[in-house]
């Protein structure tokens, strides 16, 4: 019982390239997040998955796209890289959508270059 | 809107002092209140939240809707304490908002 997974741990992109961070959760939960971690800014959610099949804006979705593949999946797209996305990027996902409790994957560390 | 406050990003104790993580939250509705840790190279994990009022590794945390705020307290701390903390509010518009964090540096 892996909990969240998140892939890859560690990645470095040049200014316009694409990549996408994958996230499974083997919990059987509806609901799935992708947030942000920044110094000095906390985590901010990028964009949210209430249950498979929708997908939702959160604070700053700007640069990002998302897919809730299935109700395990829920990857996170970024189309042309930024140095402004230079983060640690985290998964989460909830039993159902409206709990406070999340559990979080490890966790992926992004440089734009 | 929503928002939750850390006024402190670090705070440092010496082991067996108090300890006292602020909180305070902007929110009109009905609060749902959490508190979140984050340990040196593990991932980010439920502590504890207001619902339950439950103490969790000897954190209590009481809330205070007049004051809006949900501290996070331990008598006496442990270096093993030492490790990211934050506050988080969940609505009933299906997003959890977290804190900046406030890192708890315990002094051996």
């Known amino acids: 019982n892996a909990g969240v997974t998140q892939t890859p741990k560690f990645q470095v992109l040049k200014t316009g390239q694409s990549m996408t961070l994958q996230c499974a959760q083997d919990?059987?939960?509806?609901?799935m997040y992708w947030y942000r971690q920044d110094p000095g800014m906390g985590l901010r959610l990028i964009y949210y998955?209430?249950?498979?099949?929708?997908?939702d804006k959160g604070e700053v979705p700007n640069g990002y796209n998302v897919s809730r593949l299935n109700k395990r999946e829920f990857s996170l797209r970024l189309e042309s890289a930024a140095p402004s996305q230079t983060s640690v990027y985290f998964c989460?996902?909830?039993?159902?959508?409206?709990?406070?409790?999340?559990?979080f994957g490890e966790g992926s560390r992004l440089t734009v270059l | 809107a929503q928002r939750v406050t850390q006024p402190e990003k670090l705070l440092s104790v010496f082991k067996g002092a108090p300890v006292e993580l602020k909180c305070n939250y902007s929110?009109?509705?009905?609060?749902?209140l959490f508190w979140y840790v984050q340990y040196s190279r593990q991932r980010l994990q439920l502590l504890l939240r207001?619902?339950s009022r439950e103490s969790i590794k000897g954190f209590t945390a009481d809330l205070n809707k007049g004051e809006t705020s949900f501290h996070l307290k331990k008598p006496f701390a442990q270096e093993e304490d030492s490790a990211m903390y934050y506050c988080?509010?969940?609505?009933?518009?299906?997003?959890?908002?977290f804190g900046i964090g406030t890192k708890l540096q315990v002094i051996p």
């Open positions: 989460a996902s909830s039993e159902v959508a409206d709990t406070g409790e999340l559990f």
């Open positions: 919990m059987n939960h509806n609901s």
């Open positions: 998955s209430a249950s498979e099949g929708t997908t």
């Open positions: 929110y009109s509705g009905s609060p749902e």
């Open positions: 207001h619902i």
């Open positions: 988080a509010l969940n609505t009933r518009y299906q997003k959890v908002t």
